[in-house]
């Protein structure tokens, strides 16, 4: 009888965006299953577009990859949205699941990318590199939710290993590198200095020449109006501002970072 071969599933995005008549179209865009993203929605007259992306498969499965590539003309206004949670099955086989993402913002561009949580379940192995080059007069507003598994299930950093890799790049200077290598099996989460008591961990990421309007001590009293959490508001330089959640429930961590999201939004 031969031997069942796996097929490994290999998504890929390319979206590009640029105002037309007075809103940003979505000019361009290649999807490869089980990638997706939908149509361009808006908010009456706001000229941002809203476009979600999908993940058909319901998840990824030790080998697969993904690639989503984002490309905003000059003064393009963008909303993205992942529809659900990134769910990442068990490595069975050993190989790793990899995700890749790319952004490019033109002069005067912004971007928004809203939170949504990336969930490893028992055994499983993920990698993600995110690499985002911008103008200085480009706005960028970037969340990410990371779990420790599927928490209700009993499944807590049952994972075998968990990479994410940030750069951020404005003007072609490196801004910001930020790396988190997380593996339960060879690390003491709990130890003093590491996650101690919290399981979730969120960030925001904020860059944008009008950082220097937003008061670091008011960001700071909004951040910690929850007391629940651990959390810290850090400003890289003139144009950016990184803040960063350590959380014991995901409810609780991803309604404040939605209402931080939502109060720097308001005022960029």
Same mark, same amino acid.
């Given at each position: ?35 997706? /993203? ?30 989503? $590539? ?14 659900? !949670? ?42 993600? $590199? ?45 801004? /910001? ?10 690390? $003491? ?8 008591? !919290? ?12 950082? $220097? ?17 651990? !959390? ?7 144009? !950016? ?16 970072? =939605? ?6 939004? =308001?005022?960029?």
């Amino acid at each position: 009888m031969p031997k069942e071969v796996k097929v490994n599933h290999f998504g890929k995005l390319d979206m590009a965006f640029e105002p037309r008549r007075g809103y940003t179209r979505l000019v361009h865009v290649y999807q490869q299953p089980p990638l997706k /993203a939908s149509r361009e929605l808006y908010e009456g007259q706001n000229p941002t577009a809203t476009v979600f992306i999908m993940e058909s498969s319901g998840g990824m499965v030790a080998g697969d990859r993904n690639e989503i $590539d984002i490309k905003l003309a000059p003064n393009s206004q963008v909303r993205l949205k992942q529809q659900s !949670a990134l769910k990442i099955y068990p490595s069975h086989t050993g190989e790793l699941c990899t995700q890749s993402i790319h952004v490019k913002l033109g002069e005067g561009a912004r971007l928004e990318w809203m939170p949504e949580v990336t969930i490893p379940f028992e055994r499983a192995k993920f990698q993600v $590199d995110t690499s985002i080059r911008m103008m200085a007069s480009s706005t960028l507003i970037w969340g990410e939710i990371i779990a420790p598994g599927r928490e209700m299930r009993g499944e807590i950093f049952d994972f075998q290993s968990f990479r994410s890799q940030y750069k951020l790049y404005v003007e072609d200077s490196l801004i /910001a590198f930020d790396t988190l290598h997380l593996k339960p099996m060879e690390m $003491d989460f709990s130890s003093i200095g590491f996650l101690e008591k !919290a399981l979730y961990v969120g960030s925001l990421w904020i860059v944008s020449p009008n950082v $220097d309007k937003l008061n670091v001590r008011d960001l700071q009293e909004v951040i910690y109006a929850e007391s629940d959490m651990q !959390a810290s508001v850090t400003k890289l330089n003139d144009h !950016a501002i990184h803040c960063r959640w350590l959380s014991k429930e995901q409810r609780t961590l991803h309604k404040e970072i =939605n209402r931080m999201f939502s109060h720097v939004s =308001n005022l960029m």
